[in-house]
């Protein structure tokens, strides 16, 4: 069974860098065909894609966030890693982990929340001094 889990600091002070972790089990990130990708809902707002990284290792992420965005991984633990730099109170949100894609056909990747199958239960960053 796929499962995904998010890891990461609750509080997090203006100007510096976020770092959350997904864990993934069940599947291996570099399953052909899959894309892991974050996501996050601000308070009162919908859903909002930041990015993914691709099986291949490809990363693709919202023109809105691309500035001060990475996403990198760790195989061999089987788990990604997100990075938002230089952040605001605007970046308070609940922020998501969730996979894309399927093993066996090749899609482009999506920045549709909704297209995602497999999510983690979210975790909640604020940035506040």
């Known amino acids: 069974q796929v499962q995904l889990q998010e890891s990461g600091p609750g509080l997090v002070k203006p100007s510096q860098t976020l770092s959350l972790t997904c864990t993934v089990s069940?599947?291996?990130?570099?399953?052909?065909?899959?894309?892991w990708g974050w996501i996050r809902q601000a308070p009162g707002k919908g859903l909002e894609w930041i990015g993914y990284?691709?099986?291949?290792?490809?990363?693709y992420f919202s023109p809105s966030l691309k500035s001060r965005t990475s996403i990198s991984w760790d195989t061999s633990k089987n788990r990604f890693i997100l990075h938002l730099h230089s952040v605001t109170p605007e970046d308070t949100a609940v922020y998501y982990c969730?996979?894309?894609?399927?093993?066996?056909?090749?899609?482009?990747?999506?920045?549709?929340?909704?297209?995602?199958?497999?999510w983690g239960q979210g975790t909640q960053v604020t940035v506040s001094s």
């Open positions: 969730a996979r894309y894609g399927d093993s066996e056909t090749y899609y482009s990747g999506s920045d549709n929340p909704d297209e995602y199958d497999y």
């Open positions: 069940g599947v291996s990130i570099t399953t052909n065909y899959y894309y």
């Open positions: 990284i691709a099986w291949t290792g490809t990363t």
